[in-house]
C-alpha cells in the first residue's frame, strides 16, 4: 500500500479516524499526512474532549497524543475503555515523543492498542493504521491496485531555501504542500518568537537557573513541546539540540547544561528568522474543512470551538486567535449567520486581533447567545 513513504490514494476514504493532540501545528501535520487518504478526521485537543466526542461518534481509530493538559492520553485511554461497547474495542494508537520499551508498555498497559513514536514518520504512520484497520482482502486489492499504477510520485523539493529546515524531509512530512510549510513557520514564529523575554519558561534567567538546577518542570515541559514541533517542522538541528538538553536534565545530567541552552538557542534563532517573513500568513485550515472538536453535527462543532475559545480568552492565550479561525470556518460551512450574529463575529475578530481579551469575552457570550437563539428548537 505503500510506495516512497507515501499512502495509496483514498485507501481510508470509508473510515473516520479521531486526532487528539494538543498542539496546531502538529495537529496539521498530521491532517496533511492523512488527507490524501480520503479519511474523515475530527480533532481534539486533549483527553477530556476525546472522551466526550467517542460518547458522540463511533470512530474507526484515534490517534492519541500522550501529554495533554486537562486529561492525558493514558487517562483518555482507560476512560474511553470503559465507555466503548463490549467486545469491540477501538484500536487506540499511542503518539508520543517517548520511545522507550518502558513508554510503548505503559501505552500498552492504558489500553492502547499500538504505538507511534514522534515525530510521526509517514511510513510509520500508515503501516500501523493498515495493521489494524484494513483486512487481508482489502491490502491484496489495494496491493494490486498499485502494483498497477506504479509507484507514488514523491513531492518536488522547492527551491526556496529555509536555513534550518531539512527541506527534503519537510515536503515528504507534508506531502508536498509547501504553503503549508510556509503557514506552519508562521504560526512557529508567533508561538515562540519571544524566546527573550521574561515569560520564557526556558530562557528567562528564572528558566535558566532552575533548568541548571535541575529542577525546572515548567522548563522541561515547555522543551518538551518544543522538540516535537521542531521534529514535525523538519527543524532536525532544533529537534536535536531540545533532545539532548532533556535527556540530561531528566537524567540529572546538569553539568554543561549552559552549553547545551546555548546551542538550543542558536539552532532555534536560525529557525525562527526562517519563519519570520511568514508571520503574517493567515490560514484557512484543512482541518476546520474536515472536522473540529469531533463533533458529528455542525452545532455540537460550533458549542465546543466555543466554550474552548472562551477558555483560551479567559487565560489572554494567543490560541484564542486560532479557535476564532476555526469558528470562522465551520460557521462558514453552515447555513448562514443573520446580520445581529455576523456583526458579533466582526466586532470579535476586531477585539481578538487587538488583543482586547476581556472585551472578546463579553462579545463572545453575545455571539454564543444569538447562534444558540438561531438554532431549531
Not at 188 to 212: K, M, T
Amino acid at each position: 500500500m505503500i510506495d516512497d513513504e507515501f499512502p495509496e490514494e483514498g485507501c481510508f476514504g470509508h473510515l473516520k479516524l479521531l486526532l487528539v493532540e494538543d498542539n496546531f501545528i502538529n495537529q496539521e501535520v498530521t491532517i496533511e499526512m492523512l488527507a490524501r487518504t480520503g479519511a474523515r478526521i475530527d480533532v481534539v485537543d486533549n483527553g477530556r474532549e476525546a472522551v466526550e466526542a467517542v460518547g458522540r461518534t463511533r470512530y474507526d481509530a484515534i490517534l492519541m497524543d500522550v501529554r495533554m493538559p486537562e486529561m492525558n492520553g493514558y487517562d483518555a485511554t482507560r476512560s474511553i475503555r470503559r465507555i466503548e461497547p463490549a467486545g469491540d474495542p477501538i484500536p487506540i494508537i499511542a503518539m508520543t515523543a517517548g520511545a522507550m520499551k518502558g513508554d510503548r508498555q505503559k501505552c500498552l498497559d492504558a489500553g492502547m492498542t499500538d504505538f507511534i513514536a514522534k515525530p510521526i514518520q509517514l511510513r510509520a504512520l500508515f503501516s500501523c493504521l493498515e495493521k489494524w484497520l484494513l483486512d487481508s482482502e482489502t491490502q491484496g486489492v489495494n496491493d494490486r491496485k498499485k502494483a498497477a499504477d506504479g509507484p507514488a510520485p514523491s513531492p518536488a523539493v522547492p527551491q526556496t531555501s529555509y536555513p534550518g529546515i531539512d527541506l527534503e524531509a519537510a515536503m515528504k512530512r507534508m506531502v508536498g504542500n509547501q504553503a503549508l510549510l510556509e503557514r506552519l513557520l508562521g504560526e512557529f514564529y508567533r508561538n515562540y518568537g519571544d524566546v527573550g523575554s521574561v515569560g520564557s519558561p526556558l530562557f528567562s534567567e528564572g528558566g535558566r537557573a532552575a533548568i541548571c538546577n535541575g529542577d525546572g518542570e515548567a522548563a522541561l515541559e515547555y522543551l518538551h513541546t518544543l522538540k516535537g514541533v521542531a521534529g514535525n517542522l523538519s527543524a532536525c538541528d532544533l529537534h536535536d539540540a531540545c533532545l539532548d538538553l532533556e535527556s540530561a536534565v531528566r537524567a540529572g545530567e546538569t553539568d554543561g547544561v549552559d552549553g547545551r541552552l546555548s546551542r538550543l538557542e542558536k539552532a532555534l534563532a536560525e529557525v525562527l528568522d526562517t519563519a519570520r517573513p511568514y508571520l503574517d500568513q493567515r490560514k484557512e485550515t484543512r482541518r476546520d474543512k474536515k472536522g473540529a472538536a469531533g463533533d458529528p453535527e455542525t452545532a455540537a462543532g460550533v458549542k465546543a470551538l466555543l466554550e474552548s475559545m472562551a477558555a483560551h480568552l479567559e487565560k489572554n492565550s494567543l490560541k484564542a486567535e486560532e479557535y476564532l479561525d476555526r469558528l470562522k470556518n465551520r460557521l462558514a460551512d453552515g447555513p448562514g449567520l443573520d446580520p445581529d450574529a455576523s456583526a458579533e463575529l466582526q466586532t470579535l475578530s476586531e477585539q481578538v486581533e487587538e488583543f482586547a481579551f476581556r472585551e472578546a469575552r463579553e462579545t463572545l457570550g453575545r455571539l454564543a447567545a444569538k447562534l444558540e437563539s438561531g438554532q431549531p428548537g
